[in-house]
Nanobody, 120 residues
Framework: QVQLEESGGGLVQPGGSLRLSCAAS????????MGWHRQAPGKERELVAA???????NYADSVKGRFTISRASAKNTVYLQMNSLKPEDTAVYYC??????????????WGQGTQVTVAS
């Protein structure tokens, strides 16, 4: 069973920065992509950023130029550096891992979520 452990969330003032981390553990055959989604109250969950096993990144338009996703080469760990935070960034942020199984099927795993609150 794959487990994802998120950390780094908290309360920050507008214009501030936070760095989220997500560490994966358990039996993983092959990672296709890891990334971050977020969900604000009353809104649907949306993609924030993702990074493939080959290093290709993808960002939501609302965070381009402010957020940077990266990964550790030696561990199944992904980071999200968030700069110039805005109140509208307030949400629960969820780590996601997409596994490619030995049968070439895709499986998505999710973390418990970490709260990010941007307020004065």
């Amino acid at each position: 069973q794959v487990q994802l452990e998120e950390s780094g969330g908290g309360l920050v003032q507008p214009g501030g920065s936070l760095r989220l981390s997500c560490a994966a553990s358990g039996s993983i055959f092959r990672i296709d992509v890891m990334g971050w989604h977020r969900q604000a109250p009353g809104k649907e969950r949306e993609l924030v950023a993702a990074i493939t096993s080959g290093g290709r990144t993808n960002y939501a338009d609302s965070v381009k130029g402010r957020f940077t996703i990266s990964r550790a080469s030696a561990k199944n760990t992904v980071y999200l550096q968030m700069n110039s935070l805005k109140p509208e960034d307030t949400a629960v942020y969820y780590c996601n891992l997409r596994e490619i199984s030995r049968g070439h099927l895709e499986y998505d795993y999710w973390g418990q979520g970490t709260q990010v609150t941007v307020a004065s």
